[in-house]
């Protein structure tokens, strides 16, 4: 069974992404900057990753329209 990316987020800028990803009942992050990709990460890592380079969650917008492959669920929110 291959992940899906459930749901994403990013600065508006584009230069940070947040993917909430999903294979079968297992759920992670991902978080996307420049050539770096920081996958498998629990909640409390990405808040600490996001906060050490000066991000704040809450500024995080959806980003279906540069994910084609994020569902769209207003059950998501970024903080």
């Known amino acids: 069974m291959e992940p899906k990316v459930e749901y994403a987020l990013q600065t508006p800028d584009g230069e940070w992404r947040v993917e909430i990803v999903k294979r079968g009942r297992t759920q992670w992050y991902r978080l996307l900057h420049g050539d770096s990709v920081f996958d498998w990460l629990a909640q409390a890592t990405l808040e600490r990753m ?30």
């Open 50 to 79: 996001l906060h050490k380079a000066g991000v704040d969650m809450a500024d995080l917008v959806e980003a279906i329209d540069t994910y084609p492959q994020a569902v769209h669920n207003d059950e998501h929110g970024a903080a």
